[in-house]
Structures are given as C-alpha cells and as structure tokens.
C-alpha cells in the first residue's frame, strides 16, 4: 500500500480544511486507515482512524466533535475533515495503514504517507 497525503495549507483560527489520503494501490479493503500528527519540536501523536470493514472510528481527545475521519472506497480516499481548528492543531499530517483493529499506537500502522502542513493562524 502507497498512501499519498495532500490538502495542508494556512487557514484562520476557527477556520475549517479538509485533508485526504490516497492509495495508490490497491483499495483499503480491510486495513485500518489513521492520522497521525506531528508539530515542530514535539514528537508525533494520533488524531483518528478508521476502520474500512465496518467504519468504526476512533479519537483522539483533543480532537473529538472538531475533526471527522471518513472515506471513500471507490476513489481509495480517507479524509480528514477539520473543523473549528485551533493554532494547536498545527503540525504536520500524515496518514497511515495497518491490517488491525483501529489503534493509537503508531508502531502498529505498518504503511506511511508523506505528511502535508497544516497551520493555523491564530
């Protein structure tokens, strides 16, 4: 599995964006797709996944109510929906895959994207 982040870019505070991870091969199936971010000077963190088989979803709770993971299999997409972001939510975003049951722990996701920056202006 090849994952391919995009969407990043500068929004306000309180301001919403939309990020999407593509595979290039083949479709997620039943893989469990993540976000996972990582802000300058502090180490990477979990933010959501998916489960593709079933769609169970799981949250960070820093993020819970404020961003949406969700997707679409026909274009082999997981999306990140951002809401009412906050400077905090700076960083790096990257997506990942793994064949487990969604988990936070980011040495069970055994396929990696490259990140796209997100920055929020406060």
């Known amino acids: 599995v090849q994952l391919q982040a995009s969407g990043g870019g500068l929004v306000q505070a309180g301001g919403s964006l939309r990020v999407s991870c593509v595979s290039s091969?083949?479709?997620?199936?039943?893989?469990?797709v993540g976000w996972f971010r990582q802000a300058p000077g502090k180490e990477r963190e979990f933010v959501a996944a998916?489960?593709?088989?079933?769609?169970?979803?799981i949250y960070a709770d820093s993020v819970k109510g404020r961003l949406t993971v969700s997707g679409d299999n026909a274009k082999k997409t997981v999306y990140l929906q951002m809401n009412s972001l906050k400077p905090e939510d700076t960083a790096v975003y990257y997506c990942?895959?793994?064949?487990?049951?969604?988990?936070?722990?980011?040495?069970?996701?055994?396929?990696w994207g490259q990140g796209t920056l997100v920055t929020v202006s406060s």
């Open positions: 990942a895959a793994t064949y487990r049951l969604p988990t936070v722990a980011a040495n069970h996701y055994d396929y």
């Open positions: 091969g083949r479709t997620f199936g039943r893989y469990t």
């Open positions: 998916i489960a593709w088989s079933g769609g169970a979803t």
